[in-house]
């Protein structure tokens, strides 16, 4: 195990002194300027609502499909396309900001957003819902991603902790109270609110955003830097990545996994991805997402760490609520109130932990951690069952909420601590690119399980065997049906069924956790008293110099 607190790998840039940032400021002395703050504020306030936006539709989907007469393979489009659009731009806006500069694409990233909701707000067809949900998504990928660099841009290393921890913090809670919001909308007033409530926050933020004078831009001369655009690689990140994730989420739901659908699309994009791969290590002059930022054990691990965070936070976000609504009986609201144990716990213990990151200067050991009480506490989830009390699945559900509300900060600090200066921004991207992808396979992997053994487990009532194979088909629609079902034994057999096949879910997650666990024990620990320099800051430096040295001349 490597002790917290060395420095294994030098990342600075010549000259560049570990305890003084790019303003010249002092590391242990930095302070936030007020300027910084409110645009820091903003971007905050955009994150929220783009994390809102992913998890609040799910509630309101049966109500919009009913008034937009939408057919199943429609509403299924209307909840995915914001995910899958989300996760596959966030590179892009990264390798496009670090050319031309954070606040156009920053601007950019809004106004996608705050046109998509618009669009689905008047939306009275589905092209025009699945239209506005796109551009949501993609400007709520930009919006995430750059957040996260803007950060790293304006704060020292050894500061950053407490923003990513409130910036985890935000994420996790709007994400958890998401299902909440689109309930109340749906039930008390009208599903369009759900998109109505973004209007004002994104006006605000976009004028904050507007206004600030933060961002890095330095000299751009775009007709240079429009020839390092790797258009060919953009092109196969983002129709592989998208060929690769569409099958994912619909495999077993719409079509079978061995159907021509499933299989495709799925074949097509591990073909394309890996010769994106290819054509970024051999071919690409100035590749979107270069391989350097893989040559690293360490980040590769904290990559990996990235997948499994967003996956076992989907998983718990996606099955906790139909365990409520099935087993437990639980309404719309109600089940986006039963998961407040997660959102009390991710949240706060992301800020934290970003607290103590920040005064400590250490973050091995609290990854480790973590991810062990994620283990137990996803361990622990096991023992949900029928008969379970309110007070018992409360408490259950504290302990993997502050495992993961760990993690959430701690990770993404890792990752920048590990990541040379010229690759820190496509770093922090492919970060919550990875996250966004676990998010995105989650639902698939976690439906597989279940559904194997829903089926093995309805086989054992003699009353529910002609209709194993249907009810095993997807969670989803196993709820509606137990809901309909009068009470007696048929009844309580299925949710049996149903709580048992979700025990195994949890025991995936379990499993997956302990072997992140044994992985993170084999991490370098970086030193957080230094700063790293972007490439932004580096051009910056260089045209001072050159400013300099004319001056100098004449």
């Not at 998208?242 to 097509?268: Q, V």
């Not at 139909?322 to 706060?348: C, H, N, Q, R, S």
């Amino acid at each position: 195990m490597n002790s917290p607190g060395t420095n294994y790998e030098d990342n600075s840039i010549g000259g560049i002194a570990a305890s003084t940032d790019v303003r010249g400021k002092a590391a242990d002395s930095y302070t936030l300027l007020k300027q910084d703050a409110l645009m820091l504020l903003a971007l905050a306030c955009l994150s929220l609502m783009a994390a809102l936006d992913g998890t609040s539709i799910s509630v309101a989907l049966p109500v919009i499909s009913e008034e937009l007469n939408a057919s199943t393979i429609e509403a299924f489009w209307i909840g995915t396309s914001f995910l899958v659009c989300s996760a596959v731009f966030q590179p892009v806006f990264s390798s496009f900001s670090d050319l031309f500069g954070r606040k156009p694409f920053v601007l950019l990233a809004i106004t996608l957003f705050f046109i998509g909701a618009v669009v689905a707000c008047i939306a009275n067809d589905t092209l025009h819902m699945f239209i506005g949900r796109s551009l949501q998504g993609v400007g709520g990928g930009g919006i995430i991603t750059l957040t996260s660099i803007v950060i790293a841009d304006i704060v020292p290393l050894r500061h950053r902790g407490k923003y990513l921890g409130m910036l985890g913090a935000i994420w996790s809670l709007g994400t958890v109270i998401g299902p909440v919001v689109g309930g109340c909308f749906t039930q008390k007033a009208s599903w369009r609110w759900v998109f109505y409530i973004n209007l004002p926050f994104i006006g605000i933020g976009l004028i904050l955003v507007a206004w600030s004078s933060s961002f890095r831009t330095g000299k751009i001369s775009v007709s240079s830097h429009w020839r390092k655009i790797d258009f060919i690689g953009i092109f196969l990140f983002t129709a592989s990545t998208a060929s690769f994730l569409i099958p994912l989420s619909w495999g077993g739901i719409l079509y079978p996994w061995d159907s021509w659908h499933t299989l495709t699309p799925l074949i097509t994009g591990t073909i394309g991805l890996c010769t994106f791969g290819a054509f970024e290590c051999r071919i690409a002059i100035h590749p979107i997402i270069p391989p350097a930022i893989f040559s690293n054990r360490t980040a590769l691990i904290l990559f990996t760490e990235c997948i499994a965070l967003g996956l076992m936070i989907w998983c718990c976000l996606y099955f906790l609520p139909l365990y409520y609504a099935a087993v437990k009986g639980l309404g719309p609201i109600m089940t986006g109130v039963a998961l407040f144990p997660e959102t009390f716990t991710v949240a706060p213990a992301a800020v934290v932990i970003g607290l103590l990151i920040n005064y400590t200067g250490q973050y091995y050991y609290i990854i480790c951690i973590g991810w062990f009480l994620s283990t137990i506490g996803m361990g622990l989830l096991c023992l949900l069952n029928t008969n379970t009390k309110t007070i018992v699945w409360i408490f259950l559900n504290l302990v993997p909420g502050l495992g993961l509300g760990m993690i959430l900060p701690a990770v993404a600090l890792a990752i920048q601590a590990s990541a040379k200066p010229e690759n820190l921004a496509i770093s922090v991207a492919m970060s919550t690119f990875f996250r966004g992808f676990g998010q995105s396979i989650a639902v698939a992997i976690g439906g597989v399980i279940f559904q194997n053994r829903m089926k093995s487990n309805l086989l054992k009532y003699p009353a529910l065997e002609t209709l194993a194979e249907e009810y095993s088909s997807d969670a989803a629609t196993v709820v509606q049906t137990i809901q309909r079902m009068e009470d007696g034994q048929v009844r309580i057999d299925l949710q049996q069924a149903y709580a048992d096949s979700l025990k195994i879910v949890w025991a995936f997650c379990c499993g997956l956790s302990g072997l992140i666990l044994s992985m993170s024990i084999f991490t370098k620990s970086y030193d957080l008293n230094r700063v790293l320099v972007t490439k932004r800051d580096s051009r910056e430096e260089n045209a001072s110099k050159e400013g300099n040295r004319a001056a100098e001349n004449c």
